[in-house]
């Protein structure tokens, strides 16, 4: 949305302006639903064609927004805290009062979730098939939706949770706790990733923007600001802003647009000001704006695919235009808005057998599927010879410049050749160090010496060389007597002559 004059500005153009300057299409996403169990969650399916909402006070319905065809509608009559649909639109499940339950899209009763207590917030990761929760309970939970059973199951340690979102680009859950943290969960370690104080308070929202692949979160706490970070660095934030009202809720769009919800009144802010570091607490510039007074909001979501922003609030659901929001270019064979029956069995069979492992959510997608570093060679030698890692100890400790060539003489009774101290070792030393080696004198005497080498005169070290020169020296003259004792006995012809009494 661009204006004409240097003086007009996109944020005083009202929703009936923009209905009135689309096409009838595109007018159909301005809609007004008038309820009464209100406040209401809202969430959209992949493809953006479907919508689920629910109400605090158990009012569920899905159905196709843009025929109007309605799936399900339930009264359950009991709190109702979130909804969010599953693989597709067949399946969704909903955070009642005690339990996580799933339902078809007959609003039939297929699963009740017992080991998920109190939940508050729901999230379904769709390439893992992983639904995960999180309650007042502060347990985070990690459901396998395609085999039932539970893989992780992380105490948070940070008391109840009611902030949950998940980055598309790694599948990492942001949660926002009650002193002001924002932590990162990956089914895979029992601790949080990333441990964030973003607000002196209570975290009220979070949410992360899909456009850069997950490169930017912003959080808004109970202390009234709203703040910008940079995943890659996690330092000072790049922005940070204090709206109207001190509960704001937050939610990026597939183009980067940041909805802000407070103070009666929904603020959309484009790129690229929003990523604009600014030192000073003052808002970006503003794109579009939309007063709702005196309906206090529960939720905000931007519709895939479409320029919809969804919003939840006590008195139903207001849906509104948000020119240049949505994604015009959609891939098919992920989420497609005007696929059938067919095409959804076999995207959904597609997708089952291309489930990836939870275990492979990390912080950096981009390091799975790399190619293992090169071998490390020695320095100097051909690179059809034995590879540093694969050589032996001592030549190693030679080629890196550590070997101890005195205790190598004293305990061994030879000198290294000079072609050893450069890593190349002939055959025939070798084969005679392995010999020495087979025969396992000195050994421990050996490692106790290895442990003792430093850069200062030991007493101890310097006695026990001592004593190892002192037995080989003893040791060489016992052996030059015996000899000198055998030649002088040698057996004589003439010995036969000689006198015995």
Known sequence: MEVEGDMDRTWRISQDEIV??????????????????????????????????????????????????????????????????????????????????????????????????????????????????????????????????????????????????QNVHNAVIHLGHQNGTVTLWTPNLPHPAVRLLAHLGPVFSVSVDQSTGGRYMATAGVDGTVKLWDCRSWGEPLRSWTPRG?????????????????????????????????????????????????????????????????????????????????????????????????????????????????DMITLNPEFLGGLAPPTKLTEGMDPGMIPFARRPRLDRLHVQGKADTAEDRLSDGMAVDSSADRGVVSKHDREEREKRKMRGKGKSLKRYLRKQRKNVIDPRAVALREHLAKQRAEGERTRVTVHDTSKSEQPSALNRFHYRP
């Open 20 to 165: 009135n300057s689309i096409g009838v299409e595109a007018a159909r996403g301005r809609k007004e639903l008038a309820l009464d169990g209100g406040p209401y969650r809202v969430k959209y399916t992949r493809n953006g064609r479907h919508i689920a909402i629910v109400g605090q006070k158990g009012h569920t319905a899905t159905f196709d927004w843009k025929t109007g065809t309605m799936h399900s509608e339930l009264q359950l009559r009991e709190t109702c805290r979130d909804i969010t649909f599953l693989q597709d639109h067949s399946h969704y499940a909903v955070a009642q009062k005690k339990y996580v339950f799933i339902y078809d899209r007959d609003g039939v009763e297929l699963h009740s979730l017992k080991s998920h207590i109190e939940p508050t917030r729901l999230e379904f990761l769709p390439f893992h098939w992983l639904l995960a929760s999180v309650g007042n309970t502060g347990y985070l939970k990690y459901q396998d939706t395609s085999t039932g059973k539970l893989v992780a199951e992380h105490r948070t340690k940070l008391g109840a949770c009611v902030t949950m979102t």
């Open 246 to 358: 001190s509960h704001a809720i937050l939610a990026w769009s597939q183009r980067g647009c940041l909805a802000v919800a407070s103070g009666g009144a929904i603020n959309v802010y484009s790129r690229p000001s929003i990523y604009t570091p600014y030192p000073a607490p003052s808002p970006p510039p503003l794109y579009m704006t939309h007063p709702q007074p005196m309906k206090p909001h529960a939720s905000l979501t931007f519709c895939p695919f479409q320029d919809v922003l969804a919003i939840g609030h006590a008195a139903g659901v207001s849906c509104i235009l948000v020119p240049g929001a949505g994604e015009p270019n959609f891939d098919s064979s992920e989420a497609d808005p005007f696929e059938g029956s067919k095409a959804r069995r076999e995207r959904e069979v597609k997708s089952l057998l291309d489930k990836v492992p939870s």
